[in-house]
């Protein structure tokens, strides 16, 4: 929701007080299709050379994140410690093999499927079953196993912040694309010399709006953006760090309420329950 209203309120801000301190929104109106085609069009197609494929189908794809934030909030972060309490409890309990038949078919299984807040994330589920996967041929090492974890989660990261870095790159582009248009708005002028006043400080107005969009998108727009998505992106892989955190506590010998424990203090400030509230919902599972 801030996003939204941040967005709005550039607007507002920039725009808003050029027309009440006695701007003439007119001459921008004029000069912005050409302006916004020099920079806007220069800018992704430069956007389009520096990506693969596959960055910008991911980059196209994460705008949609800029507004919600984050998937992972309290609710999925309860529903993450109540699974892997469940889990880790049956191994205990019962032993590794009888969660095998979870691990091997988790979106068959009746106690992924109870907490269907995870089930949204595949990721999620292929990260649990994977490593408890790895567990139960033998791995039993929780060094090793924590190294192993932190490899993919990194590689995660890194994967998710290639939009970012991609938008990122692209709105440091923008002033400089900016002054791109402003000269050739220069040299339009220069063309009609001979005009009067009143024509060449429009012509001169139209080619200083090509400066004005470049800072303007790269520093209002698509810089913030980028930075939301690069939060987004950290936020959301500190996920996988709560998962981490329970599998090599109850590896190393811990009881599952301890690992548990474990796992709650990796949760973001924000989003993590307290003892009380955790023991409280971890005591309704049977």
Do not use: W
């Amino acid at each position: 929701m801030f996003a939204a209203i941040g967005l709005l309120g550039v607007f507002i801000c920039v725009f808003g007080s050029f027309m009440i301190f006695g701007g003439k929104i007119g001459i921008i109106l004029e000069a912005l299709p050409g302006e916004f085609m020099t920079i806007g069009g220069a800018a992704i197609c430069g956007f389009m050379v520096a990506n693969s494929t596959h960055t910008i189908k991911q980059a196209l794809g994460a705008v949609k994140r800029i507004f919600p934030g984050a998937k992972f909030h309290k609710k999925e972060y309860m529903e993450l410690l109540s699974l892997l309490y469940q889990i880790l409890k049956t191994m205990k309990t019962k032993g590794v093999l009888a969660i095998e038949q979870h691990i091997e078919k988790p979106l068959e299984s009746n106690i992924f499927n109870a907490y269907p807040s995870i089930m949204k994330d595949p990721f999620t589920v292929k990260f649990i079953a994977d490593y408890l996967r790895m567990f139960s041929i033998g791995v039993d090492n929780p060094h090793e196993l924590e190294a192993l974890m932190e490899q993919e989660i990194d590689k995660a990261k890194h994967e998710d912040l290639h939009s970012s870095h991609a938008f990122q790159t692209m709105a440091d582009a923008m002033p400089a694309l900016g002054i791109v248009a402003a000269v050739l708005g220069v040299i339009k002028t220069m063309a009609s010399i001979t005009e009067p006043p009143e024509v060449l400080g429009k012509l001169i107005g139209g080619a200083l709006v090509g400066t004005f969009m470049g800072i303007f998108l790269s520093y209002c727009i698509i810089a913030p953006i980028a930075s939301r998505l690069k939060g987004v992106a950290e936020e959301e892989n500190q996920f996988y760090h709560v998962i981490r955190a329970a599998i090599t506590s109850h590896l190393a010998g811990y009881a599952p309420q301890v690992s548990i424990e474990a796992a709650r203090k990796k949760v973001p400030t924000e989003y993590m329950p307290d003892f009380n509230e955790l023991e409280e919902a971890l005591s309704a599972i049977s």
